[in-house]
């Protein structure tokens, strides 16, 4: 996907993920959209820095890059969802695009999903929406994973 798109994508789960960590809409709700929304869309935009060097969708679209990521705040204690923006970028060039990510880089071959558009497509961005759909419903489904296990056990009955 191209910048337009992830900037999208990023700050859609902004947006998003204020509401399923504080889903009341008030002050807090917005003070989370915020906090959450910085270090989102600055991780969703680094992955494409490798286009000015290195390997495009190698040099920094692999694990150990997401794994440095993810610990960073605990290392340095801050932009500590730096790391969802950089999985997210992940996931949008992974499902939204036909080409894969050397994700063991420097093993250079691609994985990807047998789905996908072109980058150029015109239908970039509905699969972009589609993504970040399904983004947040895993968001969602994992913050607010006993919510889940609680209304199924009472579907059945128990």
């Not at 730096?82 to 063991?104: C, E, N, P, Q």
Request: glycine share 10%; charged share 10%.
């Amino acid at each position: 996907m191209n910048r337009k798109e992830h900037v999208l994508n990023a700050a859609l789960l902004a947006i998003g993920l204020g509401y399923v960590l504080h889903p009341s809409g008030d002050t807090v709700t917005f003070y989370t959209i915020i906090e959450v929304g910085v270090p989102v869309i600055l991780g969703a935009l680094f992955p494409d820095v490798d286009t000015a060097f290195g390997k495009h969708r190698k040099t920094l679209h692999n694990l150990p890059v997401l794994g440095l990521f993810y610990v960073f705040p605990m290392v340095f204690g801050n932009l500590e969802y730096v790391w969802v923006g950089v999985l997210t970028h992940y996931v949008l060039d992974m499902l939204g695009s036909k080409r894969g990510l050397a994700w063991f880089y420097p093993y250079e071959k691609e994985f990807g999903a047998p789905f996908g558009v072109a980058v150029s497509s015109n239908h970039a961005t509905s699969v972009t929406l589609l993504v970040t759909t399904f983004e947040l419903v895993v968001a969602a489904l994992l913050v607010h994973h006993q919510l889940v296990v609680d209304a199924g056990l009472t579907a059945v009955g128990m």
